[in-house]
């Protein structure tokens, strides 16, 4: 098993920012990759940035530009932060730890975009 708690949602107006982070109760170099991804009201939970062992990352079209994952394997930690945020970025956002076998997630943490 492994836990996952996010931290950093909150309330910010458009072009505002937030850092949302990510610990995990097991090395996060035991998964292939990590990801943040979202799930607005009413639509499918989507990826939205994710960030293998090696470093490499995805992002998303819609996030491109800006927003930046990293990781800090000594803390176990993955951060997502965001900048230039949108209304259309309101969501709930989930931490995920990808195994061969399983995947885990954390809690989720709100992310709301003020216009």
């Known amino acids: 098993q492994v836990q996952l708690v996010e931290s950093g949602g909150g309330l910010v107006q458009a072009g505002g920012s937030l850092r949302l982070s990510c610990a995990a109760s097991?090395?996060?170099?035991?998964?292939?990759?990590m990801g943040w991804y979202r799930q607005a009201p009413g639509k499918q939970r989507e990826l939205a940035a994710r960030?293998?062992?090696?470093?490499?990352?995805y992002y998303a079209d819609s996030v491109k530009g800006r927003f930046t994952i990293s990781r800090d394997n000594a803390k176990n930690t993955v951060y997502l932060q965001m900048n230039s945020l949108k209304p259309e970025d309101t969501a709930v956002y989930y931490c995920?730890?990808?195994?061969?076998?399983?995947?885990?997630w954390g809690q989720g943490t709100q992310v709301t975009v003020s216009s």
């Open positions: 995920n730890y990808y195994t061969f076998t399983a995947d885990y």
């Open positions: 097991r090395n996060i170099l035991s998964s292939p990759y």
């Open positions: 960030i293998t062992s090696g470093g490499s990352t």
